[in-house]
């Protein structure tokens, strides 16, 4: 079978998933599975003989069988306000139950407007009440700007299931609607982007990298099983698959032998590089290596790069500074390290000689000068 090819768009942050911090505000309708195990991080699954009181367990959102009129629909809070560039809408194992059709709208909502929103009661078995209705109307979400039209959802066979969608607009967004036409289901969403967060205050210490401060991953060397991006995610992982862990190297030398400082002497290593959310000056570094317990690294380092407003590519040389040299990782735990760069927009994490990592934070201070 083809593998298919994923979209460029897929390289940038996701700002959907329960992870991230994406939120569900609001939803019509829970019945056969609450909209919330769209958000889900892990991958659906399906188990054939499990069944609920309201019919057959699905990993996904899944309406009831429409019998009024309308359409379902639900909005969702991303992670931070950011440009939308790309979707995925997956239908996994909804082959007789997908949803046929669904569009995309979104908004940016001020704190008043957001309070509108009812109070969400995640239930299966449920719908949404006249009231909570009535209450979310006031938004118009109806009218929020279209960014993707009506369009056509396949079947969640395993070639059919990934329904990718390039995203035009640079506009910036805090909530979008998911319509679906009229009913069914949808297995997971994704929403790929750039965050364009608020300036933090220069006097504020905060996590330079961090998604929701607008860290974007630009490059790396290997990410056989776990993308680098999923380290700058806000909340803590909860598996190994949620963070960077490469494939193991197999320049290995057959019989390992430690340097002075107490590191490993090989001769090959795993990068990645990431593009700060503001420039500032980084202090304080934690690497963590929860949940990768016989696969974490030997070592870990940081370096830093002042690159002004420009994207960091793989054939042009940079000047890289020394942020952290070359320390000792142990087993599923935070490691915290004290550092002064300079001002810089780009740090490089590299690890030696394999492994996985699971969130990386770089606190610091950003340039006074950006506001």
């Known amino acids: ?26 939803s019509t309708d829970d019945f056969f599975a609450p909209c ?12 054939p003989d499990k069944y609920t009181e ?3 367990w699905m990993d996904g959102w899944e309406t009831r069988r429409k019998r009024i009129t309308g359409h379902d629909w639900c909005i969702i ?38 309070a509108l929103i009812p109070a969400r009661d995640t239930r299966m078995g449920s719908a949404c009440c006249r009231r909570d209705l009535e209450e979310v109307e006031r938004l118009k979400s109806d009218k929020w700007e279209e960014i993707v039209p009506v369009t056509p959802l396949e079947a969640g066979y395993e070639d059919t299931r990934l329904n ?30 750039e965050a364009h967060p608020e300036p933090p205050p220069s006097d504020q210490f905060v996590d330079l990298i961090s998604l929701l401060n607008g860290g974007t991953c630009q490059g790396y060397s290997n990410a056989h099983y776990g993308h680098p991006r999923n380290m ?6 909860e598996s190994m698959g949620d963070g960077w862990e490469t494939a193991r190297r ?23 590089v990431f593009k700060l959310g503001f420039p500032g000056r980084v202090q304080r570094v934690c690497v963590d290596t929860a949940h990768f317990k016989g696969n974490f690294p030997d070592s870990v380092k940081i370096e830093g790069a002042h690159l002004g407003h420009r994207d960091w590519y793989p054939d042009t040389k940079y000047d890289w500074s020394s942020i952290l040299k070359p320390r000792k990782l142990s087993a599923d735990r935070e490691h915290w390290f004290d550092c002064d760069s300079d001002i810089i927009t780009h740090i ?10 699971s969130r990386i934070r770089t606190f610091g201070y950003v340039d006074p000068r950006i506001h």
């Open 232 to 237: 700058i995610k806000p909340c803590k992982s």
């Open 1 to 26: 079978m083809i593998e298919k090819k994923m979209p460029a768009f897929t390289e940038f942050s996701e700002f959907a998933s329960l992870s991230a911090g994406g939120q569900v505000a609001f």
């Open 348 to 357: 490089r994490v590299t690890m030696a000689p394999d492994g996985g990592i």
């Open 77 to 114: 809070k991303l992670a931070t306000k950011c440009v939308i560039r790309g979707l995925l809408v997956d239908t996994s194992f909804f082959t007789g139950n997908f949803a046929p059709k669904y569009s995309i709208q979104a908004a940016s909502l001020t704190p008043e407007e957001e």
């Open 54 to 56: 309201y019919g057959k």
């Open 164 to 193: 990718f969608q390039k995203v035009v607009s640079d506009e910036a967004w805090t909530h979008i609607r998911v319509n679906i036409y009229p009913d069914g289901g949808i297995a997971r969403f994704r929403v790929y982007g």
């Open 36 to 47: 919330e195990n769209m958000l889900l991080d892990t991958e659906p699954v399906f188990i």
């Open 250 to 272: 197999l320049d290995r030398p057959e019989v390992l032998e430690a340097n002075e400082d107490g590191t490993l002497k090989v001769p090959g290593e795993e990068w990645a």
